[in-house]
């Protein structure tokens, strides 16, 4: 167990539609970093926020958008869905010290109908 | 711009070693991580190596570094049929919390 938590482990949905997927970071964790996982592309980072901040942005659709929250849990927000979106989304966190390793959560695996 | 490439399967025999090879493009990498994957499970750090360092061991996990090659590897001595997993390889190209870049993971399939 990470420490990391994602709600919810899986979304079924219908092209169209918009959902959110929620991330809360180990405790202390400042950063929280959204990647997509899919069979075509790999692992595929989409943005970090730090702090309540964003910090770096990746391969990050328009139609997606993402928020931290003063608690630090932080939210992805997926709307106009397509089939394409269909893939497992993870988020991780680190502290803020040099050394950088990520701990990822379980996932939550979306399935676009 | 950063790429990281790996072999995309391996097998092996339970109880052989298995070596997980990664090349990655950026020199300027601080930290290289080895993540494993179970299936329908996320990912779960295995171990990393800082850039200044050539080896790194910790129990049946040996990380090698050839920075001068931009190649990383993973030894994973006495391979159990619970190493079967998809591994990935990832770097983090600058320091101070910023994202990887992850390699599309070789799957490892141990046959007993």
């Known amino acids: 167990d990470s420490g990391v938590t994602q709600t919810p482990k899986h979304l079924i949905t219908a092209t169209g539609q918009r959902v959110t997927l929620r991330c809360s970071p180990r405790?202390?964790?400042?950063?929280v970093y959204w990647y997509q996982q899919s069979l075509d592309q790999g692992l595929q980072f989409l943005i970090q926020y730090y702090n309540g901040e964003e910090r770096a942005k990746g391969n990050i659709l328009e139609r997606f958008s993402a928020q931290q929250f003063p608690d630090l849990h932080s939210e992805l927000n997926l709307s106009s869905l397509e089939l394409g979106d269909s893939a497992l989304y993870f988020c991780?966190?680190?502290?803020?010290?040099?050394?950088?390793?990520?701990?990822f959560g379980p996932g939550t695996r979306l399935l676009v109908l | 711009g950063e790429d990281v490439e790996q072999s995309l399967f391996l097998s092996v025999r339970e109880g052989d070693s298995s070596v997980i090879n990664c090349t990655y493009t950026?020199?300027?990498?601080?930290?290289l991580y080895w993540y494993k994957q179970e299936p329908g499970a996320g990912l779960q750090l295995l171990t990393y190596?800082?850039?200044?360092?050539d080896m790194k061991q910790d129990q049946r996990l040996t990380v090698l570094l050839n920075k001068k090659d931009k190649h990383l590897s993973l030894r994973i001595a006495d391979t159990q049929t619970g190493d079967s997993a998809i591994y990935f390889c990832?770097?983090?190209?600058?320091?101070?919390?910023?994202?990887?870049?992850f390699g599309k993971g070789t799957r490892l399939s141990v046959i007993a």
């Open positions: 950026d020199s300027s990498s601080t930290y």
């Open positions: 990832a770097e983090s190209p600058t320091s101070g919390n910023t994202p990887l870049v």
């Open positions: 991780a966190s680190s502290p803020q010290t040099e050394q950088e390793t990520q701990y």
């Open positions: 405790s202390g964790d400042l950063s």
């Open positions: 190596i800082f850039s200044n360092m």
